[in-house]
């Protein structure tokens, strides 16, 4: 069964439901169970990326939005001093997020080799 991140299931978001305020923004937000599902599929076709930035998006789904556009804002080459993204990595890591952790401590790495951080 699909659902949405409020556990809604998809046949509950309908228009209708969305005009008499049933239907809040809650409600359509992805599941992370959903995106794991899509992440399995990817792998079945052989595209182990996909499944990997599948699994680090269901973990983003635990936290607030504006917390998420840190992370990517973080990311983008020049933003961050490797100090910032390993501590990010361990904020992530221990919040139970760690595909995002490992991405972070790697970016970290990556950038300070390639002189793209901050």
Known sequence: MIRALSGKVVDQ???????SGEVGLADLR???ET???QAVVAER???PQLADNLRRAAELTG???DEVLAVYEALRPGRSTPAQLT????????RGL??????LAEAAEV????GLSA
């Open 13 to 19: 978001l309908t228009v209708e439901a969305v005009r």
């Open 30 to 32: 992805i599941h992370p």
């Open 35 to 37: 995106l794991e599902r």
């Open 45 to 47: 076709h052989g595209n």
């Open 63 to 65: 936290l607030p939005d």
């Open 87 to 94: 501590e990010m990595a361990a904020s992530l890591a221990g």
């Open 98 to 103: 760690p595909r995002c952790a490992a991405l």
């Open 111 to 114: 950038y300070a080799r390639r």
